[in-house]
């Protein structure tokens, strides 16, 4: 067995208690104080993520935009320099590759940060594509430390530790500037739903910046609160709402598909379409106490099998489950009935907005 890789963190994450799990090969803090106080840290205050394991691929040379264009579903021509754009990489079959992050220096320039699960995976992708693009390809992931500070309070505690007027830094977009005096990217994105900042340095100096923004009162938070927080965000995780057997249409994402730009898997998108979602990314509520987990049943009131169950949570302030749902399309319709198999029982459930989250942003 592989020995699991670790951030430049690990040791902090000793010293705060830390739980430690296996993610994607990488040995991560899966909680600390506890999921829901963590939760509820970020959604009230500030909280603190290690997010090293993720991957970092630069290109760069004159056919940069270009290139990039045909990798994803964006318009990359409609992003201008300092600003970043969400979006996708797919396969000719229209199944997603991964999401990611575009960051635009300017037009000979990029970087591309990928789930830490598919760096390897994106990386060779990228690579198997470029044909006689004058692009230069590099992963630069092992070279960087990266932490999300996300919350109400995020820019308040930021702003202690830099001279860079952070107001003045827009949603999705970002710069270079010093934090704790140390050369870093930072980023005014997140994964929680919340106002917040991601955080890019040598692997050195991220240790040194970690500290400082958890002795500023930022909590530090896990693995398990990050991905109840992008759930209740309606926010995709790769390997359950979006993967290579899922489209971006199905996935509720059309919104980030440009189908008047050329890319990898358009034309399978088009023919979706025209054709018609067979099925559809939805929200779920249980009309009574249990828990829905990833890949549980979903029947409708006939009982025959209409989808899945992606991701499943009891969250923080509600009384019962909700859950993120891949079913028919007939059946995907708000206020519609359905039941879900949990473990041999069925329970009753009803179609939700997918977005659980109650915020006025």
């Known amino acids: 067995m592989a020995e699991l890789k670790r951030t430049p963190l690990y040791d902090e994450h000793l010293t705060l208690g830390a739980k430690m799990v296996d993610f994607a090969g990488w040995e991560m803090p899966i909680e600390y104080s506890g999921i829901t106080n963590e ?18 691929i630069f290109i760069s040379g004159p056919d940069s935009e270009a290139y990039i264009q045909k990798l994803v579903t964006g318009d990359v021509t409609k992003i201008v320099d300092n600003q970043i754009m969400y979006t996708m990489m797919c396969y000719e079959h229209g199944g997603i590759v991964d999401d990611l992050l575009v960051y635009k220096f300017n037009q000979e320039n990029y970087l591309l940060v990928v789930n830490a699960s598919n760096t390897l995976k994106d990386y060779e992708w990228i690579v198997k594509h470029c044909d006689d693009y004058r692009v230069v390809i590099q992963d630069k992931s092992v070279k960087y430390g990266q932490v999300a500070l996300q919350g109400p309070n995020a820019e308040k505690i930021l702003q202690q530790f830099t001279t860079y007027e952070l107001s003045s830094l827009k949603y999705f977009y970002f ?3 010093k934090v704790c005096d140390e050369d870093c990217l930072v980023s005014r994105t997140g994964y929680t739903g919340e106002d917040g900042f991601e955080i890019y340095s040598s692997r050195e100096s991220i240790v040194k910046i970690w500290r400082a923004l958890i002795n500023a009162g930022a909590l530090p938070v896990g693995l398990g609160a990050r991905d109840t927080l992008r759930f209740e965000a309606g926010m995709p995780l790769y390997g359950n709402e979006i993967s290579e057997s899922i489209s971006p249409l199905e996935a509720g994402l059309g919104y980030f598909v440009k189908l008047d730009t050329d890319f990898i898997g358009k034309e399978a998108l088009l023919k979706q379409k025209e054709e018609g979602l067979k099925r559809k990314l939805v929200g779920l509520e249980l009309q009574r106490k249990g828990i829905c987990r990833h890949g549980y049943p979903v029947f409708n009131l006939e009982e025959i099998e209409i989808g899945v169950i992606t991701t499943g949570y009891l969250l923080p ?32 459930a009803k179609v939700i907005n997918k977005k659980f989250l109650n915020k006025n942003k």
Do not use: P, Q, T
């Open 39 to 56: 939760h509820l840290s970020v959604r009230n205050n500030c909280g603190l993520f290690d997010v090293s394991h993720m991957g970092e």
């Open 317 to 348: 302030e509600r009384e019962l489950c909700v859950a993120l749902a891949l079913i028919n399309s007939e059946e995907a319709v708000l206020g519609n009935d359905v039941l879900v198999n949990i473990r041999n029982k069925l329970f009753e």
């Open 175 to 177: 710069d270079l500037f």
